[in-house]
């Protein structure tokens, strides 16, 4: 099964998650994500086999422009009670995409990259969750790409042996 996540503003923003079968068609009904926490929009998701079981993790942007994240079960069930901060520095963060495989250590969990503002261009940051939630380089990121212009539109992949980061330069 697949899971689909989108947000929506209706006098507040909401994210929302819909279980799908394979083929795309909708099971089940779309539930709201992060209820009682609006203002969260670009919502991410990328999904993990971890060896305890399969989960998703979904990554947003809050409107006061922090990275972050929730863990989600396979049934779309939120596994955190509040939102996990990824980074929480000063600055614009967008743009956040999730990737499942090793980290630091050979830990299972999730690369998560994104654009961020804090500099005069922007440039690509990122940081490495756990599957137990735990952040590395937690609240600031990790500088991943800078450059004389702006980083934007990447795209991150896990391959099962190494991840590959793709971005265009402006």
């Given at each position: 099964n697949l899971l689909t996540t989108w947000s929506s503003y209706s006098t507040?923003?909401?994210?929302?998650?819909?279980?799908?079968?394979?083929?795309?068609?909708?099971?089940?009904?779309a539930t709201q994500l992060m209820a009682g926490f609006s203002g969260y929009v670009q919502p991410g998701m990328a999904y993990g086999n971890f060896d305890s079981g399969p989960r998703s993790f979904l990554v947003t942007v809050s409107l006061s422009n922090d990275i972050r994240g929730l863990r989600v079960s396979e049934g779309g069930v939120v596994l955190d009670a509040a939102p996990i901060p990824i980074c929480t520095v000063l600055g614009v963060q967008s743009s956040p995409q999730p990737a499942f495989g090793l980290g630091p250590g050979g830990v299972q969990g999730w690369w998560?990259?994104?654009?961020?503002?804090?500099?005069?261009?922007?440039d690509l940051y990122g940081a490495f969750v756990a599957q137990d939630g735990s952040v590395s380089h937690s609240s600031t990121g990790m500088l991943l790409i800078a450059g004389a212009e702006d980083q934007f539109d990447h795209s991150l992949s896990w391959d099962s042996t190494r991840y590959l980061l793709g971005w265009q330069d402006y």
């Open positions: 507040v923003y909401r994210l929302w998650a819909q279980p799908c079968t394979p083929d795309g068609q909708p099971t089940g009904v998560v990259v994104w654009k961020d503002g804090r500099g005069a261009n922007a």
